[in-house]
């Protein structure tokens, strides 16, 4: 029996000890031998560790053997493992030949994304504010349109990208009834209702109470877009400039659907 590490006999295929010079059955020379060496197959599985061995005798009967300390559950182990490495690759090869079984498994991760996306927005509690002022504002597009919770209004201010000197500065401030921490700001750009009719925010620069600044980059989506709001504590008022705007060819101004802001539970 060849064993891993024995040297194969050139001439007459003999399995020899590692230490031997010379075949044990035909005496050929073994310095070019080839060694035996352990089958891929083998090497996935992890040693048992060492064999029980018996540790002697005592008044001539031979003592119990003992197992390696650990070797039961190591070997349990080696199992579940070599058995979870078929069952997930059975399940790559279902999912990938199998349509009905693909769609189950995307239904199911769909679900648990949905959860999860429901676990985390749950511990988000809105804060409303007690009054929103602009410094303009176009008739009956007022501020009062910005936190209403109706995205079908919208709040619109002029504002001309190609006024001589720039255009004018277009401002929104909010105001709570006590002070409050804030983490998230969900925007809701545009005049939903004509959305490409109107110019949408393109930057927005928040400015808290306690002085610290936030640049927002908004996408030219009507989807609400949610931010996290870093170091928004002990706030009173948020002043919001809108410093850039997706231009609309047919009137020259900028709207907002909804602002709304959020605060995690403690």
Same mark, same amino acid.
């Given at each position: 029996?060849?064993?891993p ?12 000890s590692p ?10 020379? /073994?310095?070019?031998a080839?060694? !035996? ?8 599985r992890?040693?048992r ?17 003992v ?22 690759g059975?399940?790559m090869? /279902? ?8 769609n189950?498994?995307n239904e199911q991760?769909? +679900?648990?994304r ?16 007690a ?6 504002s ?11 919770l ?6 619109? !201010?002029?504002?001309? !990208?190609? !006024? ?45 109470t ?19 709001l ?10 919001? +400039?809108?410093t850039d705007?997706?231009?609309? +060819?047919?009137n ?5 659907a909804? /602002? ?7």
């Amino acid at each position: 029996m060849i064993r891993p590490g024995d040297l194969i006999c050139g001439d007459c295929g003999q399995g020899n000890s590692p230490t031997r010079r010379f075949c044990a059955r035909c005496g050929y020379e /073994l310095r070019e031998a080839e060694v !035996a060496r352990i089958p891929w197959w083998r090497r996935l599985r992890r040693r048992r560790g060492p064999r029980v061995v018996a540790l002697g005798t005592v008044d001539g009967q031979q003592s119990e053997a003992v197992p390696a300390p650990g070797g039961g559950f190591a070997a349990f182990w080696t199992q579940v493992k070599i058995v979870a490495g078929i069952v997930f690759g059975l399940s790559m090869m /279902l999912y990938a030949t199998w349509a009905p079984f693909r769609n189950t498994v995307n239904e199911q991760a769909a +679900e648990v994304r949905a959860t999860a996306r429901g676990l985390l927005e749950s511990q988000y509690s809105p804060v409303r504010p007690a009054k929103v002022t602009a410094e303009r504002s176009v008739k009956g597009h007022g501020t009062k349109h910005l936190v209403d919770l109706n995205t079908a209004t919208y709040w619109s !201010a002029p504002y001309d !990208a190609r !006024a001589q000197g720039g255009p004018e500065k277009v401002v929104v401030m909010v105001e709570f009834d006590r002070v409050v921490r804030l983490d998230q700001l969900i925007v809701t750009a545009g005049a939903q209702d004509a959305f490409t009719e109107h110019g949408r925010p393109r930057q927005m620069m928040l400015t808290f109470t306690n002085e610290k600044q936030m640049r927002l980059q908004l996408k030219d989506t009507a989807k609400p877009q949610k931010f996290s709001l870093d170091d928004a504590t002990g706030i009173k008022t948020v002043r919001i +400039e809108v410093t850039d705007v997706y231009a609309s +060819e047919k009137n020259k101004d900028v709207s907002v659907a909804e /602002l709304e802001f959020f605060s995690l539970l403690a």
